[in-house]
């Protein structure tokens, strides 16, 4: 057996990013850059307004109050289009753009108007205009080449009049179960058969870590059935299979796969749950079987299927771990690493971590109920109720 951290670094180093595809802005939402983003153009292009009131020359706002003879408008989109002169002022909203000689805006909560003239009461401020290229100027890197793209991202690429970036293409992962005992959820069950759930948490996981979830079905336990995954992954960048990655007389993924050009890199790693696992290559494309216990592969997939499609998006890739107090007594471990399912609390501002009381990997309702994995290395020695954990927070 393996261990964890050396699966991770031996999947990470058999993979590469796929290539780029040139997207729309609207459709770049945690898409990954491939090339940096750059400004098009300046922003403010001009010095504009921060507020609503009067664009002034400073000089004639020393001595107040003071009267100014009102020449033009400047709202946001319609510019004045000429220049303010001594004793003058052009009337000016947020967003518009200081008229040339203006160099100071008069807020209008400190002025008078009437007719075509303006009082000021209190002196006018340069700090109600906001320079031109305060935010970014044209030519500026907005975001660089490796930076999956927020919310935020998106605005500021469209405010540098920005509509079409290059992304890494999204891998396309296909995956399926396999056992003559599955069946879908609607589906008649036969007798000794169960539903094949693992899909269902599988598909939404690879979307939200950047792939695409191509969904191959339920195979049943026959060689032939397997074989036959070659041809219906032949879209797929990744090929994933839930079960079958043991060594019982019914798991015959490696053994069906080895003629259709399957290599092994690693099989069996020293983790709970999720010991049988294999990974290596179909022809060129990364093979990954998890477990076929639904536990099991929920973890293995967030353990090894997300460091492996960080890889094809060009992404470096950690395991967001945080520090909790443990709830509760932990025995002592084994060889093997474990995940255990546990709850997080918040007590007077810190956070705890309450393992659930039994830990059998075909509990999908603890699963379901569980707010982060508590990580135990392996050897580790009992742990008393109040130390420190590490914790890997799900979802």
Known sequence: MISVEDAVRRIGAAVAPLGSDRVSLASAHRRVLSADAIAALDQPPHPISAMDGYAVRLADTHTVPVTLRVVGAAP?????????????????????????????????ENTEAKDDHVTLRAAAAARHIRAARLDFQKRDVLCAAGRRLTARDLALLAAGGIS??????????????????????????????????????????????????????????????LQRIPELASHADVVVTMGGASVGDHDLVQRALEPRGFTLDFWKIAMRPGKPLIFGKLGKKAFLG????????YVCASLFLQPLIAG??????????????????????????DYLRARLLR???ELWAEPFAIQDSSMQSALAAADALIVRQPHSAAAQAGESVEVLLLD
């Open 164 to 225: 079409i970036v290059d992304v890494q293409r999204r891998p396309v992962i296909g995956f399926a179960a396999t056992g003559d005992e599955l069946s879908p959820p609607a589906a008649p069950q036969r007798e000794g058969g169960i539903v094949a759930s693992s899909g269902y948490a599988l598909a939404p996981l690879i979307e939200i870590w950047g792939g695409q979830p191509l969904d191959l079905g339920i195979l049943p336990d026959t060689i032939e059935a």
């Open 347 to 349: 007590r007077d501002g």
């Open 312 to 337: 094809l998006l060009g992404l470096s890739f950690t395991q967001p771990l945080q520090q909790a107090r443990l709830a509760c007594r932990l025995s002592a471990s084994d060889t093997r690493q």
């Open 290 to 297: 998890l477990p076929g216990n639904p536990v099991s592969s």
């Open 76 to 108: 946001a989109g319609h510019p004045f289009a000429g220049t303010v002169r001594a004793g003058e002022a052009v009337r000016i909203f947020t967003g518009g753009f200081v008229p040339e000689g203006a160099d100071a805006i008069a807020i209008q």
